[in-house]
T-cell receptor, first 115, second 116 residues
Framework: DTGVSQNPRHKITKRGQNVTFRCDPI?????LYWYRQTLGQGPEFLTY????????KSRLLSDRFSAERPKGSFSTLEIQRTEQGDSAMYLC?????????????FGQGTRLTVV | AQSVTQLGSHVSVSEGALVLLRCNYS??????LFWYVQYPNQGLQLLLK??????LVKGINGFEAEFKKSETSFHLTKPSAHMSDAAEYFC??????????????FGQGTTLQVKP
């Protein structure tokens, strides 16, 4: 257990529905990342928060995706009008305070299946 | 731009044999490199990291990796494979480019199979 919690662990939804995932990072970690991992691939960066500020978004994050981190604590990732191509594992990670050489602690992920 | 290439999507070894998983990186600045392991339907667990200190890095579960700047490599090794080592392994580089956000750029992964 890394201390990073993600909910739900699994989500099955019908195409066109909206879904929301939650990540609770380790409390003193002010940086938070979201990644997406499709089958047989490495994780790909989606977005990055420093406290409550969203500082970077990948081009993978289409207009249907939105992420928030109110008060710099937990974060949510919402996908609107889901498509089958959104089926993936969504991973949250938080490194301890420090520079970019600190390792990220990953949650167990939320596996999304769009049917 | 930084990138990571893992050579070999699948590696199969016998229990007790040497494990060698290959990773090559591309970076215009001194890289910070990581190896993570992922078990089925789980998140990623850090095995070890290189952050410009000793070039031979020891990690958990008997794994180690050597940073070779001349070869732009960071291969992962373990002298003797255990059945419990069967998993997906990812090499990653920390973004130190213009954004310098510390996001990780991952390779495609290598599936390690351990045969009894």
């Amino acid at each position: 257990d890394t201390g990073v919690s993600q909910n739900p662990r699994h989500k099955i939804t019908k195409r066109g529905q909206n879904v929301t995932f939650r990540c609770d990072p380790i409390s003193e970690h002010n940086r938070l990342y979201w990644y997406r991992q499709t089958l047989g691939q490495g994780p790909e960066f989606l977005t990055y928060f420093q406290n409550e500020a969203q500082l970077e978004k990948s081009r993978l994050l289409s207009d249907r995706f939105s992420a928030e981190r109110p008060k710099g604590s937990f974060s949510t990732l919402e996908i609107q009008r889901t498509e089958q191509g959104d089926s993936a594992m969504y991973l949250c990670a938080s490194p301890p305070p420090g520079g970019v050489n600190t390792e990220a602690f990953f949650g167990q992920g939320t596996r999304l299946t769009v049917v | 731009a930084q990138s990571v290439t893992q050579l070999g999507s699948h590696v199969s070894v016998s229990e007790g044999a040497l494990v060698l998983l290959r990773c090559n990186y591309s970076s215009s600045v001194p890289p910070y490199l990581f190896w993570y392991v992922q078990y089925p339907n789980q998140g990623l667990q850090l095995l070890l990291k290189y952050t410009s200190a000793a070039t031979l890095v020891k990690g958990i579960n008997g794994f180690e990796a050597e940073f070779k700047k001349s070869e732009t490599s960071f291969h992962l090794t373990k002298p003797s494979a255990h059945m419990s080592d069967a998993a997906e392994y990812f090499c990653a580089v920390s973004d130190r480019g213009s954004s310098n956000t510390g996001k990780l750029i991952f390779g495609q992964g290598t599936t390690l199979q351990v045969k009894p």
